[in-house]
């Protein structure tokens, strides 16, 4: 059941991370400001927690334990779909600036059309 659970929010972390990174162009403007508020609970909650709240859960539900921040989602998913192999460091950056790229485009095409 454990298993079932960790597979789903897996599925889910998946989506929320494709959401946001294309989200700034499928974002329909009048719920834009939405999606951007969003990102930045996503960026606050790292910055607060140390770690993606999701990772964490789906740690849990895998092996029962909690990992203390050193469960990683975001890093193996880019070295494997580009087989590279970046560090956890160089994989933060790359999810913050992939994060913040996306807000960027997000508050451009908002301030765009909301005149």
Excluded at 32 to 51: C, D, Q, R, T, V
Aim: proline share 2%; net charge positive.
């Amino acid at each position: 059941m454990n298993q079932n659970i960790a597979d789903i929010i897996y599925i889910l972390h998946l989506c929320i991370i494709i959401y946001i990174t294309f989200g700034f162009m499928i974002t329909p403007i009048k719920y834009l400001k939405y999606y951007l508020y969003f990102i930045i609970f996503i960026l606050l909650m790292w910055n607060y927690n140390n770690s993606c709240s999701l990772t964490e859960l789906e740690y849990y539900y895998r092996n029962d334990k909690f990992s203390n921040g050193k469960a990683e989602f975001f890093r193996p998913i880019v070295n494997n779909l580009f087989d590279l192999e970046l560090n956890s460091y160089d994989a933060g950056r790359l999810n913050y600036i992939t994060f913040l790229t996306s807000l960027l485009f997000g508050f451009i095409r908002y301030n765009r059309y909301c005149k």
